[in-house]
């Protein structure tokens, strides 16, 4: 039997723990500072066993994943620096940023083998409640192996997370975080700075909320996530987001330069530009995206519904990963929320319950 101790069971620790269930040679055990979160997790059947104590888990541990905010990660990692680990023991972590943990790692548990880790999906929902066993499925799993990290160790830690049916990329940390920072840190920063100006406008003329629907929803989606979360990853990839942060500010004055003097052709280009190389991106891969394609319909007051809903997405093979009732108007008996793998299953689920007059609408 391999002891995985998973330490955080929030949305990554609780998918990769669900990933790993089906292997019946490891025993999962759970570790959260929220005694609650930890006790969700076993009984959702995230994890096999609960552990009140970081240390008794650590110590039985053969390998231990971190899933905690990277700023905690590292004062996890000074605790377990504390603690009798077993020999050989594997230590990864899930982290947004990678260059301080390695760092860190390679600092406080110098005869530990620590490979980062990092896997690129994931959502603006947070807890074990969201957790999925797919999450991770056809999406990138970057690890940050060192000169330290022998092949064996990196083949063993790979053989567990293959479960998870990612694909696996090595690189080092720092080219990590400098990838990393423009495609999902620094947009964070743009998304939450949109909203701010959105919630600057409230204060003057309130219209502007309900014109927030439609494309200012779809580029703000991700300043919905986890404060803490995000607060910690700017910090620790710091150096990248004030680099980006120049880049940005000088290509904002060029373009507050362009419109001033209606500079029709430039701005034409501009435009153009980001549409063909938006259009070059791939399509199939998921990098950070959400992992959740969730539809909502809303319930008509009548016997059998739900189970009507359920019936019409199972006639047409159509797997559904979770399903919930959110609210209850007066008008209508409530709002089902659906969740599906992928966005093909969702578009498929959104023609056949509109066909059965559903009224239908994915936020
Ligand atoms: N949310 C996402 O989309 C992705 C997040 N990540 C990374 O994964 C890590 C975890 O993120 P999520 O699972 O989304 O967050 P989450 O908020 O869902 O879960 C984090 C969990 O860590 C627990 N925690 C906090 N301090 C702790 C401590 N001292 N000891 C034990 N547990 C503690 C929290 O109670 C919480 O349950 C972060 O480092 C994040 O950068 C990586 C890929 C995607
Ligand atoms: O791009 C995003 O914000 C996401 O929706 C998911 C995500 C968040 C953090 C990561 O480190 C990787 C993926």
Redesign the pocket.
């Known amino acids: 039997m391999t002891n995985i101790f998973i330490?955080?069971?929030?949305?990554?620790?609780?998918s990769l723990s669900l990933a790993l269930k089906n292997d019946s040679t490891f025993h999962r055990l759970g570790?959260?500072?929220?005694e609650d979160?930890t006790n969700m997790a076993h009984q959702l059947g995230v994890i096999d066993e609960r552990v009140t104590r970081?240390q008794d888990g650590a110590e039985r541990a053969d390998v231990i994943i971190i899933?905690?905010?990277?700023g905690?990660?590292i004062?996890?990692m000074e605790q377990l620096s504390t603690m009798a680990l077993k020999k050989g023991v594997i230590l990864t972590?899930?982290?947004?940023?990678k260059r301080t943990i390695v760092e860190q790692a390679e600092r406080l548990l110098p005869s530990v083998c620590f490979i980062g880790g990092?896997?690129?999906?994931?959502?603006?929902k947070?807890?074990?409640t969201?957790a999925q066993e797919h999450l991770f499925e056809n999406a990138f799993y970057l690890l940050t192996p060192t000169a330290e990290t022998s092949r064996d160790e990196l083949i063993s830690l790979k053989n567990i997370l293959k479960l998870t049916k990612a694909r696996f990329i090595e690189l080092d940390a720092k080219r990590h975080d400098r990838l990393v920072g423009v495609v999902s840190h620094f947009p964070h920063i743009v998304a939450a700075g949109l909203v701010h100006q959105l919630e600057k406008m409230q204060a003057t003329d309130d219209q502007v909320t309900a014109l927030a629907a439609g494309g200012f929803k779809d580029i703000t989606r991700i300043a919905s996530?986890?404060p803490?979360?995000w607060r910690?990853?700017l910090v620790h990839n710091k150096e990248e987001m004030i680099r980006l942060m120049n880049e940005w500010q000088q290509d904002m004055d060029g373009i507050r330069e362009l419109i001033e003097n209606e500079d029709h052709e430039s701005i034409y280009h501009f435009f153009a530009g980001a549409r063909q190389v938006r259009e070059g991106l791939p399509q199939k891969s998921r990098g950070?995206i959400p992992a959740f394609y969730d539809l909502y319909v809303d319930v008509p007051d009548h016997l059998g519904v739900v189970s009507d809903v359920t019936y019409v997405l199972a006639e047409n093979k159509i797997h559904l990963t979770n399903i919930r009732i959110l609210e209850a108007r007066e008008d209508i008996m409530g709002v089902l929320r659906l969740s599906f793998r992928s966005e093909e299953d969702r578009t498929h689920a959104r023609t056949v319950l509109m066909e059965r007059h559903y009224q239908i609408y994915e936020q």
């Open positions: 330490i955080g069971m929030g949305l990554i620790g609780g570790y959260d500072i929220s979160e970081l899933a905690t905010p990277v905690v990660t004062k996890i972590d899930v982290g947004s940023t990092h896997p690129m999906a994931g959502s603006h947070s807890g074990v969201a996530a986890s803490i979360m910690d990853i950070a």
